[in-house]
Antibody, heavy 120, light 113 residues
């Protein structure tokens, strides 16, 4: 059974850093593109970042470019999102999501999310 | 960026009746090399992550009831729930996966009348 479990969300002060983790089970991370998507309280979904299956290509939303870094540890089958220079507007539930079978270009599995709150 | 707009913002439909949600993209999401529209639909219930319903604009994800259907091409798309059930109360989002940044529509809330 495919499962994605996020962790690492917390209350952090503006300008601070946080690293989110997404532990995958039931499939091998290195076989799929992976994404981070966020949702501010009461708001819609916003794509944040993606990593290709080979781990050689990354892509970011302009709002996080230069501050966030997506990566993975294949041995731990875990995806990460390093978040630096956090701002109040980064407050959101962060979901990791798996890109579907090759060619589908959709998010077929999602984690339950982890809450990041940026506030002083 | 490819901006997606959805209409209506919300709708209330009687049980067993049809619900129709529209999604319009500011740029075409048709991939000419394979004639596929990279437009997806997700359902999100309160307190839950989104769930994939439809990909390639009209292909139902495995396990999704056949009362859900998608149509459209290019820039205009529709999600139809043919006979609304109580468990369909949710927010529905369209998403384009044609160009970066990947974008979502603002969502349409569906309730029971």
């Amino acid at each position: 059974e495919v499962q994605l479990v996020e962790s690492g969300g917390n209350l952090v002060q503006p300008g601070g850093s946080l690293r989110l983790s997404c532990a995958a089970s039931g499939f091998t991370l290195s076989s799929y593109w992976m994404h981070w998507v966020r949702q501010a309280p009461g708001k819609g979904l916003v794509w944040v970042s993606r990593l290709n299956n080979e781990g050689t290509y990354t892509d970011y939303a302009d709002s996080v470019k230069g501050r966030f870094t997506i990566s993975r540890d294949s041995a731990k089958n875990t995806l990460y999102l390093q978040m630096n220079s956090l701002r109040a507007e980064d407050t959101a539930v962060y979901y990791c999501a798996r890109d579907g079978p090759i060619g589908a270009r959709s998010f077929d599995y999602w984690g339950q999310g982890t809450l990041v709150t940026v506030s002083s | 960026d490819n901006v997606l707009t959805q209409s209506p913002d919300s709708l209330a439909v009687s049980l067993g009746e049809r619900a129709t949600i529209n999604c319009k993209s500011s740029q075409s999401v048709l991939y000419s090399s394979n004639n596929k529209n990279y437009l997806n639909w997700y359902q999100q219930k309160p307190g839950q992550p989104p769930k994939l319903l439809i990909y390639w604009a009209s292909t139902r994800e495995s396990g999704v009831p056949d009362r859900f259907s998608g149509s459209g091409s290019g820039t205009d798309f529709t999600l139809t729930i043919s006979s609304l059930q109580a468990e369909d109360v949710a927010v529905y989002y369209c998403q384009q996966y044609h160009s970066s940044p990947l974008t979502f529509g603002p969502g349409t809330k569906v309730d029971i009348k």
